[in-house]
């Protein structure tokens, strides 16, 4: 093996070496498709809607990823960000995003921090942005304290896309439709209303979500391939 052989072997060892290291979601190809799914307080990513959704996105060569957020029923907000960061890295142009209740606001939160210029389009299925004066706790746990970590930049967000979509259930007990509203409205995002859907859960009947489903389709055309 010559010098230059020698070089670029080594150089190619060293390429691989730093690329094992970094967390999947900052090794995949930039601008790509992507769709991440953000789920809400106390569930997981077999619950509700969100199979059903991701299973939806794949037939349309969209990668969904259904992000386990830790141990939901006691949601930590640093170890949630941290999670949210070891899926998505940094957002790509090609990146759809879909949240649901504590999701909506946690996903906010990390796309306020890291400004990406450009994402495909957000979808927020009950979403609030401030404390939920009809909900400080549930089950013991502080709302309210997990809320006041969350700053977001609603300019910036507005700026990422202009396909922000507020999914809003008329007779949400748990996100009052007026809280999802004031978001909607700092985010100028359009709205989808829904008569009865409860907190789109699946006690709700919602294991399906054809309203989220279809933001997402009037998105596909625009969206990278």
Not at 38 to 53: I, Q, R
Not at 193 to 213: I, R, Y
Request: proline content about 8%.
């Amino acid at each position: 093996m010559n010098r230059r052989q020698f070089c670029l072997s080594a150089l190619a060892s060293a390429l691989s070496a730093c690329s094992s290291s970094f967390p999947p979601a900052l090794n995949r190809q930039i601008g790509t498709n992507k769709a991440y799914i953000v789920h809400g307080y106390s569930a997981t990513p077999a619950d509700h809607w969100f199979p059903w959704l991701a299973s939806r996105l794949q037939t349309e060569g969209i990668a969904a990823d259904i992000i386990p957020l830790p141990n939901s029923s006691r949601p930590d907000f640093e170890r949630w960000q941290e999670t949210l960061a070891a899926h998505i890295g940094k957002p790509q142009p090609g990146d759809l995003f879909i949240a649901h209740s504590l999701g909506t606001i946690s996903l906010l939160h990390y796309l306020s921090r890291l400004r990406p210029p450009r994402i495909a389009g957000l979808v927020l299925v009950s979403g609030f942005g401030t404390r939920l004066p009809a909900l400080p706790s549930i089950n013991g746990y502080n709302i309210d304290a997990y809320v006041d970590k969350a700053v977001i930049n609603y300019a910036a967000i507005r700026q990422m896309s202009p396909a922000i979509y507020s999914v809003i259930s008329e007779n949400d007990t748990i996100v009052a439709p007026v809280e999802s509203l004031k978001l909607a409205r700092r985010l100028d995002s359009k709205i989808i209303s829904v008569p009865n859907g409860g907190h789109f859960l699946a006690q709700d009947g919602f294991t399906e979500m054809p309203q989220a489903w279809q933001a997402i389709e009037s998105l596909l055309p625009a969206l990278i391939r």
